[in-house]
């Protein structure tokens, strides 16, 4: 891979063929795995969505073409790191722009070979012959399974002549989910530099807000931030004022911010394919009240109890069980729930105010891969894990079992914390998180009117 070329992924050609080698060791020499590119998504008749690899795909190859099919064929005498990819064609880069083709996936991509993509329904059954295990992601493209199927029927049908068809079939991910969940020093560099911008975006969010504007106004501020510094929106941006703030998903981003109102902002940056993921609950008017503090700061606080689990050697779930318990006594305290605090956590109540999880693993995909249980435990943390921790209180605007100054109130607070030998390290430290802190810095760097 020229400097060009790794520039562009900011991982070297010699990191992704350490992890090919890596996996094909796991997967043994009797095995063949197969890996298509993420297809290409209609939007519109003849325009397309943006383009996005599919992650497997980029974190084995960095290779971001669609109508391409990876292939690692173990032990190969000819080469095991195989690229199915487009050929050149100036005339169709004179409207899509640049290929690699065949010669640039072996030159720039750091492939043992490379073939026409025109050329997989020849060359792939062949390669499958002798092999006994296929790894694969079955039920992820319906098309390719078809397709791969009708490559392990003709290679079924020359048994009489001597073939030997594969006699396992495995998922991939039981393989690469593992590899992906912990994150190599190249991964942090680039996970950093996507909680940075997002952070700055965050800021920029909090700069600007004020009574009367748009919500689709701060989402249009965070992802010009996103831009301004060569990145992108990781998910879809959620800018929720007032009530909407209670929508978990709120996508609407077109409401007016009210006077008094709280603003949730989740949005996080996508960096050379990997992910931040940051959310902040921020006063429309630069002041919280005093029911948006008590209930922030509770928030606040069940965070600081779910970091203080982030460590090695913790069960991951850990994290999780700290923070229900600070926010049902919170609750509690403030009235919004009644009884004793062991009976509310046993029998579920606190879920009417708080109904996810505390965080998920995050790398190139924002809830990334990686089992979070294993033989039926919680797993234990370990280095090189990274993941977002995120509690939040959710106060439904028509809950009329409570006083009215409490509906509409909803809150998240959530940063991207990577577990190391001796604790944690939070990637999106740096952006005002409690209340006086969030008060102090909109009061300096507020944008006037």
Not at 74 to 88: D, K, M, T, V, Y
Not at 247 to 252: D, K, Q, S, T
Not at 329 to 340: I, T, V, Y
């Amino acid at each position: 891979m020229t400097r060009a070329a790794a520039n562009a992924t900011g991982i070297s050609a010699a990191a992704y063929a350490k992890r090919r080698r890596q996996l094909m060791r796991m997967a043994g020499d009797e095995a063949i795995l197969i890996l298509p590119a993420a297809p290409e998504r209609i939007r519109s008749r003849d325009t397309h969505h943006p383009y996005r690899q599919d992650s497997d795909l980029w974190y084995l190859a960095g290779f971001d073409e669609p109508d391409a099919v990876l292939v690692l064929v173990p032990g190969r005498a000819h080469g095991e790191s195989l690229l199915f990819c487009r050929e050149r064609d100036a005339e169709r880069e004179g409207w899509d722009g640049p290929r690699a083709g065949p010669e640039g996936a072996v030159d720039r991509h750091g492939m043992d070979d490379a073939y026409p993509i025109d050329d997989l329904d020849e060359i792939l059954p062949g390669l499958i012959e002798g092999r006994r295990r296929v790894y694969y992601h079955f039920g992820r493209d319906s098309d390719f399974d078809l397709k791969l199927i009708g490559w392990l029927n003709r290679v079924r049908a020359q048994m009489r002549m001597g073939a030997q068809p594969p006699h396992e079939f495995l998922e991939l991910g039981h393989l690469l989910d593992e590899m992906r969940l912990f994150k190599s020093g190249d991964e942090l560099r680039l996970m950093q530099r996507a909680a940075d911008i997002s952070r700055l975006a965050h800021e920029a969010a909090m700069s600007l807000v004020r009574p009367g504007m748009r919500e689709y106004t701060l989402q249009a501020e965070v992802e010009a931030t996103f831009r301004r510094h060569d990145a992108e929106p990781a998910y879809g941006s959620i800018v929720g004022a007032g009530a909407h703030a209670c929508v978990l998903h709120y996508r609407g981003n077109r409401s007016q911010v009210r006077d008094g109102e709280l603003v949730l902002l989740d949005a996080g940056a996508e960096y050379r394919g990997y992910a931040a993921d940051i959310t902040r609950t921020f006063p429309a008017n630069g002041r919280y009240s005093r029911e948006q503090r008590a209930l922030h700061e509770l928030v606040a606080d069940a965070q600081d109890a779910a970091l203080a689990q982030a460590r090695p050697g913790v069960a991951y779930e850990a994290g999780h069980l700290v923070a229900i318990e600070v926010l049902t006594e919170g609750l509690l305290s403030l009235g919004l729930l009644r009884g004793k605090l062991r009976q509310r956590i046993d029998d579920g109540s606190y879920r009417r105010y708080y109904r996810h999880k505390t965080g998920h693993w995050l790398g190139l995909d924002v809830h990334d891969v990686g089992e979070y249980r294993l033989e039926g435990e919680s797993r234990l943390l370990e280095p090189g894990m990274v993941f977002t921790i995120e509690p939040g209180l959710y106060v439904s605007a028509d809950d009329a079992s409570v006083a009215a100054h409490w509906r509409g109130i909803g809150v998240r607070i959530e940063d991207d914390v990577l577990v190391t030998r001796d604790g944690h390290r939070v990637l999106t430290a740096g952006l005002a998180r409690r209340a006086d802190e969030v008060e102090s810095f909109m009061a300096e760097r507020r944008v006037a009117p």
